[in-house]
């Protein structure tokens, strides 16, 4: 079994649910991260102070199965978390996908 973890931009998050229903993978976690990677944050200036936000809104999917669910998952966040920006491969903050090995998984309600 294998345990994928993708961050992306919010505002994904309902292109790729439908993208994971779509391709038969129906079992996920969804929560709301803050971090930040390549792109460093934003500088904006409110009320006029300068206000450093370091850390932005990311959405977070945890998907857990065995591999034959492994790249149709994966197929699906990649098409459809990508934004489109000024470059085609995508922009700045559109994610990233980890895939780690699972060692067990035990259900509460069976044991």
Same mark, same amino acid.
């Given at each position: 079994?294998?345990?994928?973890?993708?961050?992306?931009? $919010?505002?994904? &998050?309902?292109?790729?649910?439908?993208? &994971?229903?779509?391709? *038969?993978? !129906?079992?996920?976690?969804?929560?709301?991260?803050?971090?930040?990677?390549?792109?460093?944050?934003?500088? =904006?200036?409110?009320?006029?102070?300068? #206000?450093? %936000? *370091? &850390? &932005? $809104?990311?959405?977070? %999917?945890?998907?857990?199965?065995?591999?034959?669910?492994?790249?149709?998952?994966?197929?699906?966040?990649?098409? @459809?978390?990508? !934004? =489109?920006? $000024? +470059?085609?491969?995508?922009? @700045?903050? +559109?994610?990233? %996908?980890? #895939?780690? $090995?699972?060692? +067990?998984? %035990?259900?509460?309600?069976?044991?």
């Amino acid at each position: 079994m294998k345990l994928i973890i993708a961050y992306f931009q $919010p505002e994904r &998050l309902t292109d790729v649910k439908q993208a &994971l229903f779509r391709a *038969d993978v !129906t079992k996920f976690s969804v929560t709301t991260a803050r971090g930040c990677g390549a792109q460093r944050g934003d500088h =904006e200036r409110y009320r006029g102070t300068d #206000v450093q %936000i *370091d &850390l &932005l $809104p990311k959405a977070r %999917i945890e998907v857990a199965g065995y591999d034959a669910f492994l790249q149709p998952a994966i197929d699906a966040i990649m098409e @459809h978390a990508q !934004t =489109e920006g $000024p +470059d085609p491969s995508g922009d @700045h903050g +559109d994610g990233k %996908i980890f #895939v780690i $090995p699972l060692e +067990d998984c %035990i259900r509460v309600r069976t044991g």
